[in-house]
């Protein structure tokens, strides 16, 4: 097939938009998406700290590129990235040097942030107690975001950057909606208001599909980190997954659909639950909802185990 534009052949079919489009004009498809969606949010500052979530995969590879390229002329403003060590044993060692090659390349200031040092515990040690091994993604993502966020205040950075991408996006809202946590639903990124203690989410690929991140990578030459996270298969969000692929194979630009009409009704969720209002929870003193924090919560839970 030949690219809709300009008749060479094509890189890749948009099935959502019926376009066949070359490797050159997919590059602009893409980048000026990805550059729409973070002015869309507030654009970048001309000067301060961006932090940028990074684990080695295509997602949020891509993401950081696409930050430090946005930020190409702007001097004053730095792009630090923040890798967390899950402490899982044969994975994310093998991830992490892919992190430090990409921000060599870039001359991006890398962080690492260990789950032992902030949850007290790493990955494999809380997968062998009994509720760990039942909810290991949950517990996995709770102190995931803890350490990503920690480590984003104390660099002072006034953004946290996620490869969150259209496919996580679509996801989320659908889990959230089917387990009636409507409360979560209107406090998922990315964030508007800046909250005592919390970095605001920025998530530049929250409109591109995952696929379109792997082209993305591929075509460009990017080194990311292959690799499934060995918890992640029973993690509940692959049963959302495969809904939403098979809606989206017969009725492609469901996924849109979904991100596009949740977008339409934050503002309603936002004023109903008082989306802004954040106190500090009374064991760490880490931004809440409530009284205490999951993060906690869960710390509570594996020293009862």
């Known amino acids: ?48 700290v961006i932090a940028v ?22 001097p004053n403003l730095q792009i630090h990235a923040i890798t967390v060590d899950e402490g899982i044993e044969g994975y994310r060692q093998e991830s992490i040097p892919v992190v430090r090659r990409n921000c060599k390349k870039l001359g991006v200031t890398l962080h690492i942030v260990k789950f032992k040092e902030i949850a007290g515990k790493a990955m494999d040690e809380i997968a062998k107690t009994k509720d760990g091994k039942a909810r290991a993604c949950a517990y996995c993502g709770v102190f995931r975001r803890l350490c990503l966020n920690a480590a984003a205040r104390q660099i002072g950075a006034s953004h946290l950057v996620t490869g969150h991408n259209l496919d996580d996006t679509a ?14 639903l209107a406090r998922l990124g990315p964030h508007k208001n800046v909250q005592p203690g919390l970095i605001p989410r920025l998530e530049p690929l929250r409109s591109i599909p995952e696929k379109e991140n ?37 009725s492609p630009g469901t996924r ?4 596009s009409t949740y977008d339409q009704i934050l503002p309603t969720l936002e004023k109903e639950f008082h989306v802004g209002e954040v106190s500090k929870c009374k064991k760490c003193g ?6 205490v924090c999951m993060a906690c919560e869960m710390k509570e839970r594996l020293k009862a185990k």
């Open 214 to 250: 792997a082209l993305y990578a591929m075509l460009n030459g990017l080194e990311v980190h292959i690799a499934e996270c060995p918890y992640a298969r029973s993690a509940q969000r692959n049963k959302y997954r495969a809904i939403i692929n098979e809606l989206e194979l017969h």
């Open 256 to 259: 849109h659909a979904i991100v």
């Open 1 to 48: 097939m030949r690219c809709s534009k300009c008749k060479r052949p094509a890189a890749t079919f948009i099935r959502y938009s019926g376009r066949h489009l070359c490797e050159k004009h997919f590059n602009e498809f893409f980048e000026s998406r990805v550059k729409a969606e973070v002015r869309r949010q507030g654009g970048l500052h001309s000067k301060g």
């Open 286 to 291: 880490e931004p809440t909802s409530g009284k």
């Open 171 to 184: 996801q989320s809202i659908l889990m959230n909606f089917c387990r009636g946590d409507v409360s979560k």
């Open 53 to 74: 979530g990074v684990s080695g995969g295509k997602d949020s590879v891509v993401a950081l590129h696409m930050i430090k390229k946005i930020a190409a002329g702007r």
